[in-house]
């Protein structure tokens, strides 16, 4: 069975700040891999995704993430924060099959200190 | 990508009552879709797979009879709350598959007095 970690909680950075979103998963092969953000009381924004290919996949919103094999992870970067991207932040794991069924992660609360 | 909508957006009922939640693919024509619950400060669980034409495939733990599925076109899910409680008041989110892809609905906030 599928399963995805996101070890933090919750999150805080400052505006301009950098930022690092953990995942990792657990599947017994290749995944399809899934970012999703979601703002208060909305449903859910792909902001990227991992099929295969190259492991650093670029997003919307500036977004980006890198795929390892090797560590199980598929961690979500942005290299300035905006207030604007204060929000919930899911990660997800496909399978890769006809089902493909998504398996969520706890999701991580991203707060943006001005 | 697939736009996905859902109404109502929020509903208010009292116990008892049976409410239902219609999920739409407004550009796709979907063969499967996906019901979710989310708790406040949680994460999405899948409820069920909503077939065309199908019965929906529920998981483990949810009542079928609570939580009726029904994907009679290829636009259109509705999921029926039946005789709804105050523990049944959650957000309810739809998802269309396409491919390897699920397109989010802006989901159902149901509240039961």
């Known amino acids: 069975a599928q399963s995805v970690t996101q070890p933090d909680i919750h999150i805080t950075v400052s505006e301009g700040a950098s930022l690092e979103l953990r995942c990792n998963y657990s599947y017994g092969a290749t995944p399809y891999l899934f970012w999703y953000v979601q703002s208060p009381g909305q449903g859910l924004q792909l902001l990227l995704k991992y099929f295969s290919g190259d492991t650093l996949v670029q997003g919307i919103k500036g977004f980006e993430a890198e795929f390892k094999r090797s560590q199980s992870s598929f961690n979500l970067r942005k290299p300035s924060v905006h207030w604007s991207d204060a929000a919930e932040y899911f990660c997800a794991v496909g399978a890769n099959n006809a089902g493909n069924m998504l398996t969520f992660g706890g999701g991580t609360r991203l707060m943006v200190k001005p | 990508g697939a736009v996905v909508s859902q109404h109502p957006s929020w509903v208010i009922c009292k116990s008892g009552t049976s409410v239902k939640i219609e999920c739409r693919s407004l550009d796709f024509q979907a063969t499967t879709m996906f019901w979710y619950r989310q708790f406040p400060k949680q994460s999405l669980m899948l409820m069920a797979t909503s077939n065309e034409g199908s019965k929906a495939t529920y998981e483990q733990g949810v009542e079928k009879d609570k939580f009726l599925i029904n994907h009679a076109s290829l636009t259109l899910s509705t999921l029926t709350v039946t005789s709804a409680h105050p523990e049944d008041s959650s957000f309810y989110i739809c998802?269309?598959?396409?491919?390897?892809?699920?397109?989010f609905g802006p989901g159902t906030r149901l509240t039961v007095l």
């Open positions: 998802s269309v598959k396409r491919v390897y892809e699920q397109f």
